[in-house]
Each structure stands twice: as structure tokens, then as C-alpha cells.
């Protein structure tokens, strides 16, 4: 595969889109070979190989090494965005003042190389080894709470407190406070705190996902004749842990593909997770998409059964994500790696079944998530009852993955967009770049010996539409219901 | 037998009554021997959340109380220390709240310009729910420790303010009058003649205060979360541990009360017949 994305973008005669005009030796190389498809993805990132070079005049992309390629992609993101991803006019005003001027004039806006440093190849130690990381008490969050009793955070010279939450209103304000250092969050929230969207704007890092998949739908036993056939919810009142959840936006997608306007048809309030199960009880609502455990609970107390699975929506979502400031990972370089390194190794020691009972163990106490044993392992190994008599075996129930996808932050916005949390022109590829930081997921991956994928971009398939990363706004104005089309 | 008597025992008859009437209509569940897996997997009938009985809840305040001060991390904490915190949170809230209110009473209540002037304001901000301030705290305070307790200095001021003005405004005009022909100045007057004789209002004042702060700190702590004997209750309520959560009210109220009866004592001290 040719590496795309690393053109030097302060070159006027490169186009970093890599259309018809542009002039890199890939693009030139590649007509030579096929005449076709002058469609590229941008961003494709295919990192260590041979000797490092760092001459921006003779752009040798094969033998780009990971930290080039770490530092390209940064500098890349950064100059288009600048220029609102308008490559005509970035490419005007290179050549109009010269690509060191540019660099320079950038440089000074800027801090690029503070951009580059928030994460080196090796991390020094923590500048501030006691630091308080916040979670809402829900499986989601396995990494961030098993790090504390297995030691993860130990493992890499953190001395961490996670403290637990009310829900994410507060842990939203309590992270925007600095009353935690960095916190569980929902994939959909740092992207609507550094828009400012029901927030304060504040630039946010989203370096790592937490768990894929993991959620399901959850109806009161009330409704066992309406399981069959979501177009009989109409007057629902359902439950969504937060505003901008993938809870939310699944939901909304999931009732709308039967018809149902989310905003019309039936209610969606936002209800913190933990006291879910208790409103489910007490008749407030008729169901919920909720985190697990809280779907498995209502099993448990015989108040609910799982209609559906979000895996069945859409298989791999991300759900919970790490996040923190993006001050916090500049001003503290070297404590944001070591704890993004020791969530990814968490995360990725999350993954393997035969690790899921220790861990459902670890964080059952009171101190974590305050629940029944065999209510978290079911969850998290997979083997459960769906409260309609059946035993299921579904070992990717839940999952867990850290490489934060920009195609997930694209088809996050999108579906803000579809349901008017924000408006107007999205710049969608470059707040999903700014925000998921996919560079940091991958050098630290690599240092742990894990596999990256070679590329930040792909598409899915949601209830059998596909989703086009390269066609966002075309994939907001396809669907019938939603405000923003 | 004296009636002071009577009415502890007939208190006692009743508390036990109605715990057995309790104890008595609380189903006992037993598990069927053998489960099925799918019935270990749903927990069996045994392991539903329901009103538990007396015993149980009995059961659990030796538990919690043998050993109140435990710590077992940041979100584990035993009911002592979780007491401790939420009593520090009124206190000092109380304390601000009394700082501010009680010299500002005094101006209102000599002053009828100022209480003309202010009453406005404080008849709007009066009704408000203290947690009503809870959002617009965390956002400006930026601490959810501090916001805390700005909620409960701010329900814990208007009793106080307007228990101090009424108060100072009603000393009896001949004492004050008596004072002037000593020619006392007007500090003097308000320090030895008008604070003792408003002293008992401006008490009654500072009682249903910390009444209402302490209603208060459970609720903002639910919020809040963290620590406190509110996050227990809500801690406990997320796991639907119904034994945990009647536990603590009874915790609530018997620390309520005590503070109540603190600040009835004093009372006692400062009253005086005229």
C-alpha cells in the first residue's frame, strides 16, 4: 500500500486530497502504474519502515519511519485545518509566500512541536505520578477501574485514584474543573466539548476507546407482546445515559429505521445509568439503551428483558472512551503517555475471554462497580440470560478495543448533525482528526507490541446501510427521519 | 406511674409493635434446591431487591457500625467517615452562611431603610431550592467540593437573615431608649442591650437553619457524589441494596436530630423572662 496522507503540507505543489493534479512521486507513480481511480482516502498511515529522513523538499514517503510519520500526520492535520480542509487554498497560499513561511507563520500560532511531543517514542517519567481519574460505575469503564486493582496503573508509575460519578453531566463538569486529571467518557462527548456543543468549548484529546459494543435495549417486562416489532413503541418513554451518547444516537437510529421519530414518537430522557434500573421499576420509563451492567441487572431483578443487543445494530461500535484536556497532554507529556499506555494495556488484557472472569471479580466491590458478581460476569463473558427464557452465548457481547477510529468520530457527527445537536457547515474529518488521537492510540499500541491498523478510516455497515466516511454529508441528507437534512 | 414515665414505654410498645407487624409481613423467599442454569443466571427468586425486614436491617447497622471507619479507597468509605464528611460540609456552610447573615440581619433590623432597600432581593432568592444553584455553582466555582458547600450556605442564610431582622427590629423600644440616655454609642447599644434581648429569635433563626442544611447536604451529596452519607445512600440505591439505603436514613435522622438537640440547649442558655 503507498502512504497518502504524508505530503508535505506546506508544499504549494502537493495535494494532500492526492487528486488528478496532485504532483507528489506517489500520485506520479501510481498514474504510471493505473490510469483509474484518482479517489484516495487521506490520512492512510502505514508507518515504520527504513531509515528516518526528515527533508520536507524530497518527500521519500516509503522510507518514513513511525515517528515521521507520527510527526507528518500532526503537522498534516493541523496545516489543513488551518486552512478549513480547503486544499485549493491552502495550496494558493503556499505557493503565494513559500512553504518555510508558512511552516514559520504557522509555527508561531501554534505550538507544533508541543503537538508532536505530547507523546514520545520513549516516555520519560511522569512529571505527576498522584492523579485522580473519574468513571460512572458501568462495565464500559473495565479498563479505567481494573487498571487500579490489577495494577496496570502501578505497572507504569501512576499513582492513580478512580473516582466514581453521579453520571456524565457532572463528569463532564468535574473534568472541565481539573478535579480529575482525565476521564471516562462517552466516544460522542469530547467531540461536543471541543465544539462547545452543551458545553463550555474546550479543546479535548480522545487518545484511546474503551469498550466496543457492550450496550443493549432493554424493555420492561410489561412489553414482552411489543419485542417483536419496534414500530409498536410509539409513546415510549425511553432512557439514554447522556444527551451526546452513542446510546443515544444508536436508539434514535435503531427506532427511526422502523419508522419511529425519536422526537416525535416516543420520549428519550437522560437518565444517569445506575439509577436506570430503579426508574425501570418504578414505571418512569418503558425502556432504555443503556450500559451494561444495567441491562443485565434488570434481568436480574425480573423488571426487564434484553431486546436487542447494539452489537446487532451495529457490530464493533465504540461506546466509552479515555479522554482528558488537551492541556493536560501538553503541559504533562510524559504522565499522559504512561497513562494512555497503561489504559491500552489494560485494554487490550480486557479483550481475551479467559481474562473476563478475574477482571468481572476485580471490579464487582463496592469501591468500583457495587454489583452482584454474576450480574458482571455475564456481561462480561458473554453467557446470560435475556429474561425471556433463553440462555445466550454471545462472547462478544461486550468488547474491547483502544484504536479510536476517525471514521467512528465522523459517523458520530454525522448523526449530531442528523438530529440538530450542532448545525451548519461540519467540518467532520477535521474535528474527528483533532479530537480522536489516533497518532498517540498507534506509537503507544506499537510500544506495547501490539498490531495497528494502517489506516484511520473505514466504512460501516449500520442495519444494513452503509456508512462513507469520505461522504458525510450525503450519509446525513439519506435518511427520511431527522432534523438536519 | 407519673406520666413522664408512660410515655417513653408507650413509645417503646409502639416502635416494637409496628417492627413486628414489619417483620411479620415480610415474605420470607427461599431458593428451590435445585436451579436450572438459566435460573442461577436470572439469581434465583432470593436474590430480587425487596423491603427487607427489621432483622435484617438490624443485622446490617452492627455490620456497618463494628467498624464505621473503614477505608477501603476513594468510593468505599465506612459510615463514620461518611458522616464526618457530610457534617463538615454543613458545618462549614452553616458557618459562612452565619457570618454573613447575622451582621446583615442586624443592619436590616435597625435599619428600616435597608430592610425596604433588600427585601426585595431577598424575597426572590428566598424560595429558591438550594439545588436549584447546584449547576450554576459547579459552572462558576469550578469546585464540586466547594459548590457543596455554597449550597448549603445559601439555604442556611435566609432563616437566619430574616430570624436576626425580625429579631433586632422588635427589642423592645424602651431598652433602646434606656441605652441613649446613657448615651452608649450605637455599637455599644447593639453589642450589650439589642443582641441580648434578639439573641433568642436570631437562635430559633439559626435552629431551623441547620435543620434545613442538613435536609439539604444529603441531597446535594447525591448530586455531587464522592463522599458524605448522600453518596452512600446513592451508592446503595445503584446497587438497589434497600438494607444499605434504610440503614442510613435511619443514620440521617438520628444525626439530624442530634444537631437539633444541640442547638435547642443553647437555646435554653440565651432565653430569658421578662
Redesign the interface.
Known amino acids: 500500500m503507498t502512504i497518502k496522507s504524508f505530503g508535505n503540507p506546506y508544499d504549494g505543489d502537493v495535494d494532500l486530497r492526492h487528486g488528478k493534479s496532485c504532483t507528489c512521486d506517489t500520485c506520479s507513480n501510481h498514474k504510471h502504474a493505473s490510469t483509474g481511480s484518482d479517489e484516495h482516502r487521506e490520512a492512510l498511515v502505514e508507518p515504520a519502515q527504513a531509515a528516518p529522513h526528515r527533508d520536507f523538499d524530497e518527500p521519500n514517503h516509503a522510507a518514513m519511519d513511525s515517528d515521521e510519520a507520527l510527526s507528518h500526520m500532526v503537522e498534516s492535520a493541523v496545516v489543513r485545518s488551518v486552512f478549513g480542509h480547503n486544499e485549493i487554498s491552502r495550496r494558493a497560499f503556499a505557493k503565494m509566500v513559500g512553504g518555510g513561511t508558512l511552516a514559520a507563520a504557522l509555527g508561531s500560532i501554534f505550538p507544533m512541536e508541543a503537538a508532536k511531543a505530547a507523546i514520545a517514542e520513549s516516555l520519560g517519567k511522569p512529571e505527576k505520578t498522584k492523579l485522580n481519574v473519574g468513571f460512572v460505575?458501568i462495565t464500559c469503564a473495565t479498563p479505567i477501574i481494573m487498571a487500579?486493582p490489577l495494577g496496570f496503573y502501578e505497572k507504569y508509575g501512576l499513582d492513580v485514584?478512580?473516582?466514581?460519578?453521579?453520571g456524565w453531566?457532572?463528569a463532564r463538569?468535574?473534568s472541565?474543573?481539573?478535579?480529575y486529571d482525565a476521564a471516562h467518557m462517552l466516544t460522542p462527548m469530547p467531540l461536543a466539548i471541543t465544539m462547545g456543543a452543551g458545553s463550555v468549548a474546550e479543546p479535548y484529546l480522545m487518545p484511546a476507546v474503551e469498550n466496543i459494543n457492550g450496550q443493549a435495549i432493554v424493555l420492561h417486562t410489561d412489553h414482552l407482546d411489543k419485542n417483536d416489532d419496534p414500530s409498536k413503541w410509539k409513546g415510549f418513554k425511553f432512557g439514554v445515559p447522556f444527551e451526546y451518547s452513542m446510546h443515544n444516537f444508536l436508539l434514535r437510529y435503531y427506532v427511526a429505521e422502523f419508522g419511529l421519530d425519536p422526537d416525535v414518537d416516543i420520549q428519550i430522557r437522560v437518565v444517569p445509568p445506575?439509577?436506570m434500573?430503579?426508574n425501570l421499576r418504578a414505571g418512569n420509563l418503558d425502556g432504555y439503551l443503556s450500559p451494561d451492567p444495567f441491562n443485565q441487572?434488570a434481568?436480574?431483578?425480573?423488571v426487564g428483558f434484553i431486546h436487542k443487543l447494539t452489537k446487532d445494530i451495529w457490530d464493533g461500535h465504540p461506546c466509552c472512551a479515555f479522554a482528558c484536556s488537551a492541556e493536560f497532554a501538553e503541559t504533562l507529556p510524559n504522565t499522559y503517555g504512561n497513562l494512555l499506555k497503561a489504559l491500552i494495556d489494560a485494554t487490550q488484557y480486557a479483550s481475551p475471554a479467559e481474562n473476563r472472569a478475574e477482571i468481572a471479580e476485580a471490579i464487582a466491590?463496592?469501591?468500583?462497580l457495587?454489583?452482584?458478581v454474576?450480574?458482571i460476569s455475564?456481561v462480561l463473558t458473554g453467557?446470560?440470560?435475556d429474561?425471556l427464557?433463553?440462555?445466550k452465548d454471545v462472547p462478544d457481547r461486550i468488547d474491547f478495543d483502544p484504536f479510536p477510529w476517525h471514521s467512528m468520530g465522523v459517523w458520530i457527527l454525522t448523526q449530531m448533525k442528523r438530529w440538530g445537536y450542532i448545525e451548519g457547515d461540519v467540518d467532520y474529518k477535521g474535528i474527528a482528526e483533532q479530537v480522536y488521537n489516533a497518532a498517540d492510540a498507534t506509537s503507544i499500541m506499537k510500544s506495547l507490541g501490539l498490531e495497528t491498523p494502517n489506516k484511520t478510516y473505514q466504512s460501516y455497515e449500520i442495519m444494513g446501510k452503509t456508512f462513507d466516511p469520505d461522504q458525510p454529508e450525503a450519509y446525513v441528507d439519506s435518511f427520511a427521519i431527522g432534523k438536519g437534512s | 406511674m407519673s406520666d413522664a414515665l408512660k410515655a417513653p414505654i408507650l413509645s417503646l410498645i409502639l416502635l416494637f409493635a409496628v417492627l413486628g407487624i414489619w417483620e411479620g409481613i415480610t415474605p420470607t423467599v427461599k431458593d428451590a434446591a435445585e436451579m436450572t442454569?438459566?435460573e442461577?443466571?436470572?439469581?434465583g427468586a432470593s436474590?430480587?431487591?425487596r423491603v427487607p425486614p427489621p432483622s435484617a436491617i438490624a443485622a446490617k447497622a452492627v455490620e456497618e457500625l463494628s467498624d464505621p471507619f473503614y477505608d477501603?479507597?476513594?468510593?468505599?468509605k465506612g459510615i463514620g467517615i461518611q458522616v464526618a464528611y457530610s457534617v463538615y460540609r454543613v458545618l462549614s456552610g452553616y458557618f459562612f452562611a452565619a457570618l454573613v447573615a447575622i451582621p446583615l440581619g442586624f443592619l436590616i433590623g435597625m435599619s428600616p431603610l435597608a430592610y425596604k432597600a433588600l427585601d426585595p432581593f431577598i424575597q426572590v432568592l428566598r424560595p429558591i431550592s438550594p439545588l436549584a444553584w447546584m449547576?450554576l455553582a459547579?459552572?462558576v466555582i469550578?469546585?464540586?467540593e466547594a459548590s457543596a458547600i455554597f449550597v448549603i450556605f445559601i439555604c442556611s442564610i435566609w432563616p437566619m437573615l430574616i430570624n436576626t431582622a425580625f429579631g433586632v427590629a422588635n427589642v423592645r423600644q424602651d431598652w433602646v431608649n434606656v441605652a441613649r440616655t446613657h448615651e452608649l454609642s450605637n455599637l455599644k447599644t447593639a453589642a450589650t442591650v439589642i443582641l441580648p434581648a434578639a439573641a433568642p429569635t436570631i437562635l430559633t433563626g439559626m435552629r431551623i437553619s441547620i435543620g434545613i442544611a442538613w435536609l439539604v447536604i444529603v441531597a446535594a451529596e447525591?448530586?455531587?457524589?464522592?463522599t458524605g452519607v448522600g453518596y452512600y445512600v446513592?451508592?446503595?440505591?445503584?446497587?438497589?441494596d434497600l438494607t444499605s439505603v434504610i440503614f442510613s436514613i435511619l443514620v440521617i435522622g438520628v444525626v439530624g436530630m442530634l444537631l437539633d438537640t444541640i442547638f435547642a440547649q443553647v437555646q435554653k442558655v440565651v432565653a430569658y423572662h421578662e
Open positions: 460505575p487500579k485514584d478512580v473516582i466514581k460519578t453521579a453531566a457532572v463538569d468535574k472541565l474543573n481539573k478535579e445506575p439509577e434500573v430503579a441487572r434481568v436480574w431483578e425480573k466491590p463496592k469501591n468500583y457495587n454489583q452482584p454474576p450480574v455475564q453467557r446470560y440470560a429474561g427464557g433463553n440462555i | 442454569e438459566y442461577l443466571l436470572m439469581g436474590q430480587e431487591a477501603n479507597g476513594p468510593n468505599d449547576p459547579l459552572f469550578k469546585d464540586s447525591m448530586l455531587v457524589g464522592g446513592w451508592n446503595e440505591w445503584n446497587n438497589l
